[in-house]
């Protein structure tokens, strides 16, 4: 299961394991206060008295620096993993995108940036076990973009495939960008049969 920096779970687990940390500290801090404060009210405050006191005192304030140095770290280490997560989402969604759009039929390197564009916020990580997998609803990235690339809005994306009609390469008589290339006597005869066919 990974670890999820949003989630209200987490966060309110990491908010009780930092009380359950601090609390105690804290809590002892103030015990230790109060019985300065009678301390001073009795006016019989011993050396060593004192010096206990002060030395549990030093000690709680370091013990509760160090806690909240841990918190510090524990926060920076959250907002890593979710910079890191948000990185991986994109690559997964930007290149998730890329190939299935060119696997039906967006080959146009100007479609495939508009049709990424136009797609990119409908598709969402979700984990599948250790795995983390591109869908639009509760469809594979993959069937999406199938059914998109045939649709109304897709096909306008879709590249024509090639063909071999009339002039096309492979056609009957040569395009006239072929004739160009032809010495003058050949181009001569290519452009009767042209006329005779």
Known sequence: ???????P??????????QAAVGPLIAKRDELLGEVKKLRKSAEITPEALATVEEERDKLQADLAEARKALKQGEAVTKQLEA???FTQRLLV?????????????????????ASALLRSNV???????????KVG?????????????????KFFVSAPANAGGGAPGG???????????????RLAAAREAQSA
């Open 124 to 134: 969402q990580i979700v984990a599948d076990g250790d795995n983390r997998v591109a």
């Open 172 to 186: 009957g008589a040569p395009a006239k960008a072929d004739l160009s290339k032809l010495p003058p006597a050949q």
């Open 84 to 86: 890191e997560r948000g």
């Open 138 to 154: 509760d469809k594979a990235l993959s069937d999406f973009v199938a059914e998109w690339a045939k649709g109304d809005e897709g």
């Open 9 to 18: 779970e987490a966060i309110a687990a990491i908010d009780a394991a930092v």
């Open 94 to 114: 930007d290149n998730g995108l890329v190939s299935e759009l060119t696997k039906h039929g967006v080959t146009n390197p100007v479609h495939i940036k508009a």
């Open 1 to 7: 299961m990974s670890f999820d920096p949003k989630d």
